[in-house]
């Protein structure tokens, strides 16, 4: 019999809780990719594992997701492999679905079909290149959006209880490391040194922020209340500009998925960026399309609303889904109908498993 031969596998660093990392999760079981084929490290953001040097070496962004591959023709037994870190969202699912197609099933050890995630068209792929471009705008930040969903003195109390204990573990790691570098304990660049202090500045900020939130505004220095008004206007502007975000996604997409009938690379960056703005609005992932979107509009309040133009019963026509019961008049927007559409997909089940993030 002959000997198995070791081949190099791929790692991804994700974290559970990511939204971005959300993408090439889905990527991997939209695309048919075997357990064993891809090894998931998660990077506690948390604990701030992620400005760990040894992840830095690999992301010097501090980032996640990571997606490390071993390079073409280093994949012989005698050859010692090398790799090469992808640290962007887009590249990273790019290159999962050009990795396993149907013509190149290179060492895969699943026979599931991979279908292509790639528009099929030049005008597809153009519209596709936009939308998810729009999501990763600073206008669309999820992440920013994260740390700003507060925007009375109310759900900054509710926000605080929620994140100060994340924004802890980030800060005592970035304290132990600062201090360690200092030391030569750990031993650095004078720019990993002002990434940390930069980093540890950004948390401090916040946390000022959220440890007060318990105060009335009478209760606080001068000080403490021009810190509380500036991130509340902060929150209230950013929430305001998801106006624009949501309004530009629901005249852009074809319905229900991104381009039409077809779930694309775009879908899978939508799926991911409108679970976390729906978490943020209190959305379950037992909502359907209606409830998830109504929650949002409710959250950005102002009497927001897109408008309701698209045939419920054609949006799950073309998605493949039960129509029975519908009424051949109902209407939805499009990013509802989006919602009922991908939380149905096997992928979104699994990565949204243990609820929104």
Not at 92 to 99: A, M, Q, R, T
Not at 133 to 146: R, T, V, Y
Not at 222 to 232: C, I, S, T, V
């Amino acid at each position: 019999m002959a000997e198995a031969t070791h081949v190099p596998k791929a790692a991804l660093y994700y974290y559970h809780g990511s939204v971005w990392a959300s993408v090439p999760l889905l990527a991997l079981e939209e695309k048919g990719y075997g357990s064993d084929e891809v090894d998931l490290k998660e990077v506690d953001l948390a604990k701030g594992e992620n400005f760990q040097p040894s992840y830095l070496r690999l992301n010097p962004h501090g980032t996640v997701p990571t997606l490390v591959v071993p390079l073409e023709k280093t994949l012989s037994p005698e050859i010692e492999s090398r790799y090469k870190a992808i640290q962007d969202t887009k590249a990273i699912v790019d290159f999962l679905d050009k990795s396993r197609s149907t013509q190149s099933r290179t060492h895969t050890t699943s026979s599931a079909p991979s279908p292509s995630l790639a528009p099929a068209t030049i005008a597809f792929s153009t519209l596709s290149n936009q939308i998810i471009e729009l999501l990763h705008s600073s206008a669309a930040d999820p992440n920013a959006l994260f740390y700003t969903s507060a925007r009375t003195e109310a759900e900054l109390q509710a926000l605080a209880k929620r994140i100060l204990p994340f924004l802890y573990g980030r800060r005592d790691t970035l304290a132990k490391l600062l201090a360690d570098s200092e030391s030569g304990a750990v031993p650095v660049s004078d720019k990993t040194r002002a990434f940390w202090h930069m980093k540890k500045i950004a948390v401090d900020n916040f946390i000022q922020v959220f440890e007060e939130a318990d105060k009335s505004s009478a209760e606080l220095s001068e000080e403490a209340r021009k810190r509380r008004e500036a991130y509340l206007e902060s929150a209230r502007s950013a929430w305001s500009g998801l106006k624009n975000v949501l309004g530009t996604l629901h005249q852009e997409i074809i319905g229900p998925y991104t381009l039409g009938d077809q779930l694309s690379i775009a879908d899978l960056h939508l799926a991911a960026w409108l679970s976390r703005i729906a978490f943020l609005a209190d959305a379950n992932a037992s909502d359907d399309g209606n409830t998830a979107v109504g929650k949002i509009e409710s959250h950005i309040g102002d009497g927001f609303s897109l408008p309701k133009d698209f045939s419920v019963a054609e949006a799950r026509r073309r998605a493949g889904l039960a129509a029975t019961g519908t009424d051949s008049t109902e209407r939805q927007n499009k990013l509802a109908a989006f919602w009922d559409a991908i939380k149905e997909r096997p992928s979104w089940k699994k990565v949204y498993a243990d609820g929104l993030h």
